[in-house]
């Protein structure tokens, strides 16, 4: 037997049972990690974005339906549940350090909260676009089960949020370190909690591949930027959007 046909069958016997999306999305992130290794982990080479290129080629050139696909990934998208609890213990690690910065991370979070709401949707209203995608738009700076159900709730389009999120996570994780160096920030804490606010778990997931004390104080900024956008949007988004 041929090796083609061999890889006709097992692809038939994959795309035929739930293991497809699980198999699909491992495999994608391993090659994806290979190539970051190789790269010296510089974050334009960042896994994600190179994993969720090679997911969506793959599907493309197959003709498997998304739903299909996701039948098998959601096994990996459970594991998101257990891996964003675990982020408390490195976050407890640092609890003498989290009660010393409280109150300037307060009022950090707020800041950036607000400055990313705020600017998208100026950017969008500006640029012409329609309100169902401002309200897209507006939660793009959560991690990505709460901004869509935040854009669900205003009348956004929940899958172009999540298009939305990820790339937002995407860049923070590509350009932060530029970004925060030009600024003159040098403590993890404030790097790390800067990264977790406007990039969510994909910004988090770069802070610890920095340092631990960069990775807790991300999660916690990740965390809390969730909560306190869920709050905000809903009440801002339609005073901006009728003022504007």
Not at 2 to 21: E, K
Not at 27 to 47: D, E, G, H, K, W
Not at 96 to 125: C, D, H, Q, Y
Not at 215 to 224: E, K, N, P, Y
């Amino acid at each position: 037997m041929s090796a083609i046909p061999r890889l006709n069958a097992i692809w038939v016997y994959l795309a035929a049972s739930p293991l497809l999306g699980l198999t699909i999305t491992l495999f994608a992130y391993l090659i994806a990690q290979s190539v970051y290794t190789r790269c010296r982990f510089n974050p334009l080479a960042n896994p994600v974005l190179i994993a969720v290129a090679l997911i969506v080629a793959v599907l493309q050139i197959s003709g498997t339906p998304y739903p299909t696909y996701f039948e098998g990934a959601q096994f990996v998208h459970f594991l998101l549940g257990p891996a964003t609890v675990a982020l408390a213990l490195p976050l407890y690690r640092q609890l003498g350090n989290l009660r010393r910065l409280a109150a300037p991370l307060f009022i950090a979070l707020f800041a950036g909260s607000m400055t990313a709401i705020v600017s998208a949707v100026a950017i969008a209203s500006w640029l012409g676009a329609s309100r169902q995608t401002i309200a897209s738009l507006a939660p793009k700076s959560a991690t990505t089960p709460i901004a869509m159900a935040v854009a669900t709730s205003i009348g956004g389009i929940p899958s172009l949020t999540a298009v939305l999120v990820i790339s937002t996570g995407v860049f923070g994780a590509v350009f932060a370190r530029v970004i925060l160096n030009a600024l003159r920030i040098a403590e993890p804490e404030a790097r790390g909690f800067a990264l977790g606010v406007a990039s969510h778990g994909i910004g988090t997931a770069r802070a610890f591949q920095v340092s631990q004390q960069m990775g807790a104080f991300a999660g916690l900024g990740m965390g809390l930027n969730g909560i306190l956008t869920s709050f905000l949007v809903p009440v801002i988004v339609p005073v901006l959007v009728r003022w504007l």
